[in-house]
């Protein structure tokens, strides 16, 4: 697995060794020992998710106050512009953000740490999101942090207006946000 350092350290891009031939391909997708060396420590998974969006779609950013997740996330069809931005205040890349294209075709992952609000937009027609998580989803502690906040400035490619749920749309600007120590 080659392992990607990002502008935020913590996050990683992970390419998958891939072995292919005219009949399709092999790919390890998660590996506890190579998953460890890449992060530096032990990481354990309690739940997987899977969710398809249309084109527009834009889901989060999301994080939990209490029960933080870390999230192993990969994109099995389509494509999404994934962002993760750092909430642990006591961070030196606090309030930071990074975004990577995930897709079924360069089969990039990326390593989300606890302590990181998280969410992505569909750029093609439609996407399969599948993700691993350190911890289970607790409804009354998630948080959105507003996608759209002038503080942070993410560059979404959006073709027009995005698909928010309402919670989405409503999000909290980082200046008034609920962080991490």
Same mark, same amino acid.
């Given at each position: 697995?080659?392992v990607?350092?990002?502008?935020?350290?913590?996050?990683?891009?992970?390419?998958?060794?891939?072995?292919?031939?005219?009949?399709?391909?092999?790919?390890? =997708?998660?590996?506890?020992?190579?998953?460890?060396?890449? $992060?530096?420590?032990?990481?354990?998974?309690?739940?997987?998710?899977?969710?398809?969006?249309?084109?527009?779609?834009?889901? +989060?950013?999301?994080?939990?106050v209490?029960?933080?997740? +870390?999230?192993? $996330?990969?994109?099995?069809?389509g494509?999404?512009?994934? $962002?993760?931005?750092?909430?642990?205040?006591?961070?030196? =890349?606090?309030?930071?953000?990074?975004?990577?294209?995930?897709?079924?075709?360069?089969?990039?992952?990326?390593?989300?740490?606890? @302590? &990181?609000?998280?969410? &992505?937009?569909?750029?093609? @027609?439609?996407?399969?999101?599948?993700?691993?998580?350190?911890?289970?989803?607790?409804?009354?502690?998630?948080?959105?942090?507003?996608?759209n906040?002038?503080?942070? +400035?993410?560059?979404?490619?959006?073709?027009?207006?995005?698909?928010?749920?309402?919670?989405?749309?409503?999000? =909290?600007?980082?200046?008034?946000?609920?962080?991490y120590?």
């Amino acid at each position: 697995m080659n392992v990607i350092r990002t502008a935020v350290p913590d996050v990683l891009v992970l390419e998958p060794r891939v072995f292919g031939d005219d009949r399709g391909f092999f790919m390890e =997708t998660w590996n506890r020992k190579a998953l460890a060396e890449a $992060v530096g420590r032990e990481v354990e998974f309690v739940q997987d998710n899977h969710s398809r969006s249309v084109k527009g779609v834009l889901r +989060g950013l999301h994080y939990q106050v209490e029960q933080a997740q +870390g999230k192993l $996330v990969r994109v099995v069809a389509g494509e999404v512009y994934d $962002v993760a931005v750092d909430l642990r205040r006591s961070s030196p =890349t606090f309030g930071k953000w990074v975004a990577e294209r995930l897709s079924e075709a360069n089969r990039r992952m990326m390593w989300v740490p606890a @302590g &990181f609000a998280h969410g &992505f937009l569909v750029v093609s @027609g439609r996407a399969d999101f599948l993700y691993k998580t350190t911890d289970y989803y607790a409804p009354k502690h998630e948080r959105t942090l507003l996608w759209n906040d002038p503080a942070l +400035g993410i560059p979404w490619p959006l073709e027009g207006e995005p698909l928010l749920k309402a919670n989405d749309a409503s999000g =909290t600007p980082l200046a008034r946000a609920e962080t991490y120590p």
